[in-house]
């Protein structure tokens, strides 16, 4: 079983639309996350949770939202989608008090018409 | 502010050749430096993850060491297969559950 899994795999919207895009993980975690993967394939943090709280809030639009209504699930909801808003999105997560790896979802690739 | 840096951008080689990718960061006061494959259209696979107090760390064929205090990490592949073709990404963390610094990725192709 996948242990952090995204949904949609692929997202295909109009300018100007509001979107969301979910994570669940089953691996116990205490702490997701949120990258984003640009056209030249850079990974950067976007936000961080850790027990449902808000951790890390990078420079990021306030037209993107994060929300976790509990530690196995963290989404991310996009309000009035731009052109410059596709690219792949990542979920992630760990176990803050240890020094384990992050482990990612597969991907969510957003492409903005 | 913490900065990732890998070379090279791309490399080409031979099946069986043993390679070196190299990755370099400019804040020394990490938590753990981990590495990464990424396959086209795929998520991370974590390969290694070494711990600031550690100097190296070994999974089969793969071997990274760290060098904290001069800011560098490099991943050693022996005897590379056709398989082992994609993006290795290297990434930093500075505390416990913190968010990764990632570099741009070195992209790796293995040819028959």
């Known amino acids: 079983d996948t242990a952090v899994s995204q949904t949609p795999k692929y997202l295909v919207t109009q300018m100007g639309n509001d979107k969301s895009i979910k994570c669940e993980q089953n691996?116990?975690?205490?702490?997701m996350y949120w990258y984003k993967q640009d056209s030249k394939k850079f990974l950067k943090i976007m936000f961080s949770?850790?027990?449902?709280?808000?951790?890390i809030n990078e420079t990021v639009p306030n037209r993107f939202s994060p929300k976790s209504p509990d530690k196995a699930h963290l989404n991310l909801h996009i309000n009035s989608l731009e052109l410059g808003d596709s690219a792949v999105y990542f979920c992630?997560?760990?176990?803050?008090?240890?020094?384990?790896?992050?482990?990612f979802g597969d991907g969510t690739r957003l492409s903005i018409l | 502010k913490q900065e990732v840096t890998q070379i090279p951008a791309a490399l080409s080689v031979p099946e069986g050749e043993n390679l070196v990718l190299n990755c370099s960061f400019t804040d020394s006061a990490i938590y753990n430096l981990q590495w990464f494959r990424q396959d086209p259209g795929k998520g991370l696979t974590s390969l290694l993850l070494?711990?600031?107090?550690?100097r190296e760390q070994t999974s089969g064929r793969l071997n990274a060491s760290l060098d904290k205090s001069s800011g560098r990490s490099t991943l050693y592949i022996a005897a590379s297969q056709p398989g082992d073709s994609a993006t290795y990404l290297c990434a930093v963390s500075e505390t416990s559950g913190s968010r990764l610094t990632f570099g741009e990725g070195t992209q790796l192709t293995v040819n028959p």
């Open positions: 070494i711990q600031s107090s550690q």
């Open positions: 691996l116990g975690h205490d702490t």
């Open positions: 992630a997560s760990s176990l803050r008090s240890s020094n384990q790896p992050q482990h």
């Open positions: 949770y850790n027990n449902k709280e808000l951790i």
